[in-house]
């Protein structure tokens, strides 16, 4: 099992900038993925980014360029700096664990935290 802490959600004006960070603790293979998701009322989870233990990362395209990924892999922590940040980006962002080892790779999540982007 793999137990996520996230915090760092606010309300923030556009444009504004916010940091998001997980901690996982647990059983934590070598072989995983660290992330955030987000999700809007009546809609579905949706990747914000994503970062392997190698350090291969993936963004939503909606947020390239305003957005960081970066994980410390020794204190198996993730953050998510947040930049230039419009409205259309308020929603519950998720921290995620995907463990690479299993088939299919299994995911864990954390309890969600609010980011209101708001004048």
């Known amino acids: 099992q793999v137990q996520l802490v996230e915090s760092g959600g606010d309300l923030v004006q556009p444009g504004g900038s916010l940091r998001l960070s997980c901690a996982a603790s647990g059983i934590i293979f070598s072989r995983n993925s660290m992330g955030w998701y987000r999700q809007t009322p009546g809609k579905q989870r949706e990747l914000v980014a994503a970062?392997?233990?190698?350090?291969?990362?993936n963004y939503a395209d909606s947020v390239k360029g305003r957005f960081t990924i970066s994980r410390d892999n020794a204190k198996n922590t993730v953050a998510l700096q947040m930049n230039n940040l419009k409205p259309e980006d308020t929603a519950v962002y998720y921290c995620n664990f995907r463990n690479l080892i299993t088939v299919p790779p299994r995911d864990y999540w954390g309890q969600g935290t609010q980011v209101t982007v708001s004048s």
């Open positions: 970062v392997t233990t190698g350090g291969t990362t």
